[in-house]
């Protein structure tokens, strides 16, 4: 099994440019979440879905879309890249309590 | 308001020493706590999960303690080696099962191990 996998793993957007994030998980798991980590700060919510078909909000959701396609696939789309969303965004997926993370994508819009 | 204190914020000790981390909590209702291990540029790698009715669990050098009453835990690290060089974060969840949409992580202690 390879778990989560994130692409890209770096990448430098422009103010106002759009670029989706892609997360796949091969362990059959029904939630999957996506999270955002900055400097010296615990990671926080963005959004996540407990099924194909079916997202939720979570603490920061705002400049950022998802859909849940698939069981396999959440990707997370950021529309309008602002300086504010420069961070590092873990996907990670669970089946009961243990949620597993992808190895991260470092965002820097400038 | 539901928050997870950690400390040290950072910490520096030698190899083959032993070390404690501290995390307190003021998240109401309580499901279960989670320590998590960080390499750096790497994602959180769980380590440990106590629900309230558990005092302590261990995963080879690492045992975590948790004092519902008090709300506290601590992480202890036997014989550190160097690769136990990474962020450690504690998290609490209030769910009781069901999706872990509401974790509340805390801001993690990074411990570094010097030869």
């Known amino acids: 099994n390879a778990g989560v996998t994130q692409t890209p793993k770096f990448r430098i957007l422009k103010i106002g440019q759009s670029m989706t994030l892609q997360c796949t998980q091969d362990?059959?798991?029904?939630?999957m979440y996506w999270y955002r980590q900055d400097p010296g700060m615990g990671l926080k919510l963005i959004y996540y879905s407990v099924g194909a078909g079916i997202t939720d909000k979570g603490e920061v959701p705002n400049g950022y879309n998802v859909s849940r396609s698939t069981t396999e696939d959440f990707p997370l789309r950021l529309e309008l890249a602002a300086p504010s969303q420069t961070s590092v965004y873990f996907c990670?997926?669970?089946?009961?309590?243990?949620?597993?993370f992808g190895p991260g994508t470092r965002l820097t819009v400038t | 308001k539901n928050q997870v204190e950690q400390s040290p914020q950072s910490l520096i000790i030698l190899e083959g020493k032993n070390c404690t981390l501290q995390c307190n909590y003021t998240v109401s209702p309580f499901s279960n706590l989670r320590w998590y291990k960080q390499d750096t540029g790497r994602g959180p790698v769980s380590l440990t999960i106590m629900t309230f009715s558990e005092n302590t669990k261990s995963n080879g050098r690492y045992t975590a303690t948790l004092d519902a009453d008090t709300k506290q835990s601590s992480l202890h690290i036997t014989a550190s080696q160097l690769s136990d060089s990474a962020s450690y974060i504690c998290?609490?969840?209030?769910?009781?099962?069901?999706?872990?949409?509401?974790?509340?992580f805390g801001k993690g202690t990074k411990l570094s191990v010097k030869p």
């Open positions: 362990m059959n798991h029904n939630y």
């Open positions: 998290v609490v969840s209030p769910d009781y099962g069901g999706s872990q949409g509401n974790l509340i």
């Open positions: 990670a997926s669970s089946k009961l309590e243990e949620q597993y």
